[in-house]
């Protein structure tokens, strides 16, 4: 019989309407969806193109279009929740005119850099905003429920997790990332480290390599390699290759979660045919036993959009007790990226042939 795992966060009782800053991509792909199909209001949107909020407003009957996030402010006060969905580099321009102790979700990543994080958090700490970044993937489906068997102890004691990809990703769909010196671990490795700090805490330290390749030759890194050092128990790695060029047959986009008890296997649907994706996949395998297909109640995209506005409705609401990706928490995943590009910057220990 299949385990029964939570898969998803509980709804808020009464949720304040959602007021949405910028619209870009992945509102409209991603933060409308997700909202619409858990019956949470959306009351308004502001970006600094207005006919592009317009035009949003237009194609999802929200009722109001801020000229500004100032006049947006002014307006919601303390009764919504302010869903910003901006570049990272501009959430700190933006922070400063939320009223104080408002409820804010934020795209992640919490900044470009942890010194950008730094000053998000501080922000949010001097006005006291109940405020969250919205890393996603630890509220998707299949991660709930391996969050959940860790805490049932259905794998025992942890001892290895893996992330392999290899897949081909079209780097074209995204002309902005190419003048960015931090690429891949940045936008797209950054949902792996979170992940597994959501089911592991944080490693000691890390060592990493993330490269370019000629095959996506105008971008600055697409192929990575991290080694999280969890000490002499659990070994944690992570190997990814955006530009595999030889067809399906071969592609991999998983989560190994092995532990004492069982074993966990998580596919990545999406990062198959990009962005039409597959289906997500979840098995199990208690010690000496045989493989299990886990039914999912959703995917990665849209349903695990879902659950961080919901625990940022729930917390403002007195419901939930904590902010599962809180600006603390979440400054910690950010700590742990940081830390992979400084140790980019290390040398390798050559070896001694004499």
Not at 294 to 302: A, E, V
Request: charge should be negative.
């Amino acid at each position: 019989m299949p385990l029964d795992l939570k898969q998803s966060w509980a709804a808020p009782a009464n949720p304040k309407p959602i007021v949405i800053i910028g619209a870009g991509g992945i509102v409209r792909d991603a933060h409308i969806p997700a909202y619409a199909k858990a019956s949470l209001p959306v009351g308004g949107v502001t970006d600094v193109d207005v006919d592009r909020a317009n035009a949003l407003a237009k194609d999802y009957c929200i009722p109001s279009v801020y000229p500004s996030v100032e006049e947006a402010a002014a307006t919601g006060g303390t009764d919504v929740v302010y869903d910003i969905a901006t570049p990272p580099h501009v959430i700190t321009d933006i922070l400063p005119d939320l009223p104080d102790v408002a409820a804010v979700l934020i795209q992640k990543p919490m900044g470009a850099n942890q010194e950008q994080a730094r000053a998000i958090r501080q922000i949010c700490r001097d006005k006291r905003l109940k405020a969250a970044i919205n890393f996603q993937l630890r509220f998707s489906p299949m991660m709930m429920a391996v969050q959940e068997a860790m805490k049932l102890g259905i794998l025992g004691d942890l001892l290895e997790i893996e992330v392999h990809l290899n897949i081909f990703t079209p780097w074209t769909l995204f002309p902005f990332l190419i003048p960015m010196e931090r690429v891949e671990i940045a936008v797209h490795s950054i949902h792996y480290l979170d992940t597994i700090r959501a089911v592991a805490g944080n490693p000691r330290g890390v060592f990493a390599r993330s490269m370019h390749d000629p095959r996506a030759n105008d971008f600055k890194q697409t192929r990575t390699s991290v080694i999280l050092d969890y000490g002499d128990k659990l070994r944690g790695l992570i190997s990814i290759n955006h530009n595999h060029q030889n067809g399906r047959k071969f592609q991999s986009a998983w989560f190994r979660f092995e532990g004492t008890e069982g074993t966990m296997m998580v596919k990545l649907g999406v990062c198959y045919d990009y962005p039409n994706g597959e289906a997500d996949e979840l098995w199990y395998c208690p010690n000496d036993g045989d493989w299990e297909q886990i039914p999912l109640d959703g995917s990665w995209f849209i349903d695990a959009f879902i659950g961080p506005m919901r625990n940022v409705q729930r917390f403002d609401a007195g419901d939930d007790d904590h902010l599962h990706s809180g600006i603390e928490d979440a400054y910690q995943t950010m700590a742990l990226v940081e830390a992979c590009f400084q140790g980019m910057k290390r040398p390798s220990e050559p070896l001694i042939l004499d």
